[in-house]
């Protein structure tokens, strides 16, 4: 005996593992509708060119052929005796699929669409907000410093003798009162850090676009890899820095240096860290080697 319409579409949705919930949802289908057509039932659904439509989908969906299903389907309401009932139905639009899965899709993806766009917006503020911070300081520094130099060479140019503009340089060297040690740090690529600034220790990973600013009011402990010297820029205080560009042994494997209280004047005055070498012993007494040196 050959299978039925609904038995056949029925017999290849469980083929395909799927059940009548995840049919409705991919045809848009209600799965009472469903139900009906497995049962060979056509009383409840709206008829006429729809009941077609709704065999064909199923059919396509499950991969059955759409023409031999609305033959089946054609031949069952033959039968059946409701060629007449089928085509005089009135069609409710409201009922073709199930509103729980569908109606209240469109206000979701609404929603959750302006969420995200406000998301989105609130991050790049934020970043560009931080830029702009950090940039700020530098900028200042660099206008306070250009006006300097412009004051200091009309003093030297102003002054009838050279004993003006020697104090004009002296005052161009003397480094502004400061009641803490602000070092800041940039990249071009990748660094990692690790700071003890005050006696507290901690690492950082400094990149590209997040540069780091390490204030201390006694000291900061700075440590990198001498692989990354060319890559690391440093300003003290608002003005730029030139790192060293060795360890201060060969045998090191990374850069270390420390900025305090005592050295800050003459490292700003300088414009450059300075490593002194390792202490050697002298060779003509019995002192022992320095095991603090740094390794």
């Known amino acids: 005996m050959s299978l039925s319409l609904g038995e056949k579409l029925k017999q290849a949705r469980e083929a395909r593992g799927a059940s009548i919930s995840e049919v409705a949802e991919q045809?848009?289908?209600?799965?009472?509708?469903?139900?009906?057509?497995?049962?060979?039932d056509y009383?409840?659904?709206?008829?006429?060119?729809?009941?077609?439509?709704?065999?064909?989908?199923?059919?396509?969906?499950?991969?059955l052929s759409e023409q031999e299903a609305l033959q089946d389907y054609a031949r069952l309401i033959s039968?059946?005796?409701?060629?007449n009932i089928e085509e005089t139905k009135t069609y409710r639009p409201e009922v073709l699929t199930d509103d729980r899965s569908g109606g209240s899709m469109i206000p979701t993806i609404i929603f959750a669409a302006i969420i995200l766009g406000l998301l989105t917006w609130g991050v790049f503020?934020?970043?560009?907000?931080?830029?702009?911070?950090?940039?700020?300081?530098?900028?200042?520094?660099?206008?306070?410093?250009?006006?300097?130099?412009s004051n200091s060479a009309n003093t030297t140019n102003n002054s009838n003798g050279g004993n003006t503009a020697a104090n004009s340089n002296t005052a161009q060297q003397t480094m502004p009162p400061a009641s803490e040690i602000k070092a800041e740090f940039k990249a071009s690529e990748e660094v990692s850090v690790q700071a003890t600034i005050d006696g507290k220790k901690a690492s950082f990973?400094?990149?590209?676009?997040?540069?780091?600013?390490?204030?201390?009011?006694?000291?900061?402990?700075?440590?990198?890899?001498?692989?990354?010297?060319?890559?690391?820029?440093?300003s003290l205080n608002g003005k730029a820095i030139?790192?060293?560009t060795a360890p201060a042994n060969a045998k090191m494997q990374g850069?270390?240096?420390?900025?305090?209280k005592e050295n800050l004047p003459q490292i700003w005055q300088s414009g450059a860290i300075t490593l002194a070498p390792p202490t050697t012993p002298n060779a003509?007494?019995?002192t022992a080697p320095n095991t603090n040196a740094p390794r």
């Open 27 to 40: 045809t848009r289908i209600s799965a009472l509708y469903l139900e009906s057509i497995e049962n060979n």
């Open 43 to 63: 009383r409840g659904l709206p008829g006429g060119i729809f009941n077609k439509g709704f065999v064909k989908s199923y059919a396509k969906y499950v991969g």
């Open 79 to 83: 039968e059946q005796g409701e060629t």
């Open 125 to 149: 503020a934020l970043v560009k907000y931080l830029r702009e911070q950090q940039d700020q300081p530098v900028a200042a520094n660099t206008t306070n410093n250009s006006k300097n130099n």
């Open 205 to 234: 990973l400094i990149k590209p676009e997040t540069p780091q600013t390490f204030t201390g009011q006694q000291s900061i402990k700075i440590v990198y890899s001498k692989y990354k010297i060319q890559a690391l820029q440093m």
């Open 242 to 244: 030139t790192l060293p």
């Open 255 to 260: 850069i270390e240096f420390e900025i305090n």
């Open 284 to 286: 003509n007494t019995n």
